[in-house]
């Protein structure tokens, strides 16, 4: 059994940043997803377990930025510019026994599951 264990949510005002990390040890391709109050877990971004294939959902994409350090087993999500709707429980997800390239959108391409870490935008 793979644990993942999230931490770095808080609360933030809009237009701020926050990081929320992952650790996690192994072979996995990783992503990101949320869920906000009322509405169904959404993607966020994945990136491969080389690190050289990220994919952002387009919400995110050029204020969020998925990387990772497997040297310290750990993959982080860096989020820029942040909205009140962005504002969400963060769940990391690792899809295990992966090449280097793949990367995944879909909650059924991740088999393993974070706890969840809450990031609260104030308007």
């Known amino acids: 059994q793979v644990q993942l264990v999230e931490s770095g949510g808080g609360l933030v005002q809009a237009g701020g940043s926050l990081r929320v990390s992952c650790a996690a040890s192994g072979r996995y391709a990783m992503g990101w997803f949320r869920q906000a109050p009322g509405k169904e877990r959404e993607f966020v971004a994945t990136v491969s377990w080389s690190g050289g294939i990220t994919y952002y959902a387009d919400s995110v994409k050029g204020r969020f930025t998925i990387s990772r350090d497997n040297a310290k087993n750990t993959v982080f999500l860096q989020m820029n510019s942040l909205k009140p709707e962005d504002t969400a429980i963060y769940y990391c997800?690792?899809?295990?026994?992966?090449?280097?390239?793949?990367?995944?959108?879909?909650?059924?391409?991740?088999?393993?599951w974070g706890q969840g870490t809450q990031v609260t935008v104030s308007s």
């Open positions: 997800a690792a899809r295990p026994g992966v090449t280097m390239s793949y990367v995944g959108t879909q909650e059924y391409d991740f088999l393993y």
